[in-house]
């Protein structure tokens, strides 16, 4: 663990920002995914992540990373529907058990909980690699900081290469077929539009990127 590593305090203040950001791209994700299924993604994401400040508003002071992570899961399976709010509820829920002994979020950290989070998707699902879901995000964003050489030495560096591996992921489902879920029945309309969930799990990544990396400025001017 080093100094630049995050505590629970400062992940709740994470997840708070994450669903300010949802809040404000909200129209964007509903037209993403007018484009290939029923338009309401971006309202999934926003109330989600509101649902989750609210329950991580209610935590008490004394917490863990951990409890952050999986009462951020429970929120956001609770007041969302169909397959990307119980998917992305696994998610927390598999990164709150992967950081169950760590006291700090550091690089090592930030590793082990986007693996258990490519697990829990893989696992949910009958989605591989290269389907048009948000696995193709969370895949090459778990590689980037789990199977790169050197490993990344900062918690901001970590996130920056999650972050840049998860967008280029999104990126390239707009290549992709659905082979999995509704919109499977489309075949090739659905190209040139990428996938919904793969854009908000990488636009997540971002806005805790951009959290972190900014930490030091407002740390500073509040010195
Ligand atoms: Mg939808």
Request: net charge negative; glycine share 12%; charged share 25%.
């Amino acid at each position: 663990m080093n100094s630049e590593a995050i505590g629970p305090q400062e992940l709740k203040e994470i997840f708070l920002h994450i669903a300010r950001v949802m809040r404000e791209r909200e129209a964007e994700l509903n037209a993403l995914d007018a484009a290939i299924g029923d338009g309401d993604h971006g309202i999934t994401m926003r109330g989600g992540f509101e649902a989750v400040g609210h329950q991580l508003e209610s935590l008490p002071a004394e917490t863990t990373l951990s409890e952050v992570l999986s009462t951020a899961g429970m929120a956001f399976m609770d007041a969302t529907g169909g397959a990307i709010g119980v998917i992305l509820g696994k998610m927390f829920l598999a990164g709150g058990r992967a950081v169950r002994e760590s006291s700090a979020l550091g690089p090592r950290e930030l590793g082990l909980l986007l693996g258990e989070m490519e697990r829990a998707v893989a696992g949910s699902g009958r989605a591989r690699p290269g389907d048009k879901t948000i696995l193709d995000a969370v895949h090459p964003a778990s590689r980037a900081v789990n199977n790169s050489v050197p490993a990344p030495a900062t918690l901001a560096e970590a996130l920056a290469r999650a972050a840049g591996a998860a967008e280029s992921g999104a990126e390239r489902t707009a290549e992709m077929l659905c082979r999995v879920g509704r919109a499977s029945r489309l075949g090739d309309r659905v190209l040139g539009h990428r996938d919904p969930g793969a854009v908000s799990f990488a636009l997540l990544l971002r806005t805790a990127a951009d959290w972190v990396a900014g930490r030091k400025e407002r740390q500073a001017q509040t010195d």
